[in-house]
């Protein structure tokens, strides 16, 4: 008689390993095995068709065959955490940067990395805005120690690769046949959701070391500090009402 935690244990080592063996004495039957069979191969591609929908530009670049392949491998070493099936794949491209197949795509980490940005940005919980006219009423002396706070659906991504360009060009309206030299620069990117849409925006650096700092929890007048170290003609006045009309900053605390 085996108990239910050890039941459990192996139709989890079933499942993973794709092999009906690890619990073929807690299951009586050809059918029985059969059935549990059909549940790993439809687990599997359940799994691989999740990450597909989160990282479809990983998918395009390397292309189906290579992209189960690596799904599968994914989806064995790292299972899920979570029984919400969008929390999935989160680790994707950290498995990516270390999965010797993959090594000739320098880029395919960076390039997963955005995408899961993407997804999460898609999916964070919403924010009210901030009226431009709590912050100007404060006192100078407040400004000093005051730290903005973003919106949770907004999310900075810097990289040495230009994957935004090849974001761009791998979307499904992108006829995707432009040439992209992959060692042409990098990018630092603000993601944003507008409306039901992910926005990218390629940053300067002194707005993209501001944005850092503030996500950091740095006073506006250190994160400002960093700034202007990038860019010394960065406007702080300006920066912050952008930011607030778009709802990019949505909070402070003083």
């Not at 979570?82 to 795509?105: K, W």
């Not at 060692?183 to 992910?198: E, P, S």
Request: glycine fraction near 6%.
């Amino acid at each position: 008689m085996h108990s239910l935690h050890e039941c459990q244990a192996a139709f989890a080592a079933a499942i993973l390993e794709q092999d009906a063996s690890a619990i073929h004495r807690a299951i009586c039957g050809d059918n029985a095995r059969d059935r549990l069979a059909v549940y790993i191969g439809n687990t599997y591609h359940n799994l691989r068709e999740a990450l597909r929908a989160v990282y479809p530009v990983v998918d395009r670049l390397v292309g189906e065959q290579f992209f189960d392949y690596a799904a599968n491998r994914y989806v064995r070493d790292h299972p899920s955490q979570s029984g919400d099936i969008q929390r999935f794949g989160g680790s994707f491209p950290a498995f990516l940067e270390s999965f010797p197949p993959a090594a000739s795509l320098s880029y395919l980490a960076d390039i997963a990395t955005l995408e899961w940005l993407v997804h999460e940005v898609f999916h964070a919980e919403d924010h009210a805005p901030l009226p431009l006219s709590e912050l100007t009423s404060l006192a100078d002396a407040e400004c000093s120690t005051l730290r903005l706070r973003l919106h949770p659906a907004c999310r900075l991504f810097a990289s040495a690769f230009p994957v935004l360009r090849i974001w761009e060009v791998n979307q499904p309206e992108s006829p995707g046949n432009e040439s992209i030299d992959a060692q042409a620069g990098g990018n630092r990117l603000l993601l944003r959701r507008v409306g039901f849409t992910v926005d990218i925006q390629a940053l300067p650096e002194g707005e993209f070391a501001m944005l850092m700092a503030l996500c950091a929890g740095q006073t506006v007048d250190d994160a400002y500090d960093l700034a202007l170290q990038r860019d010394p003609a960065f406007a702080l006045g300006e920066f912050i009402e952008r930011r607030i009309l778009d709802s990019t900053i949505v909070g402070f605390d003083l």
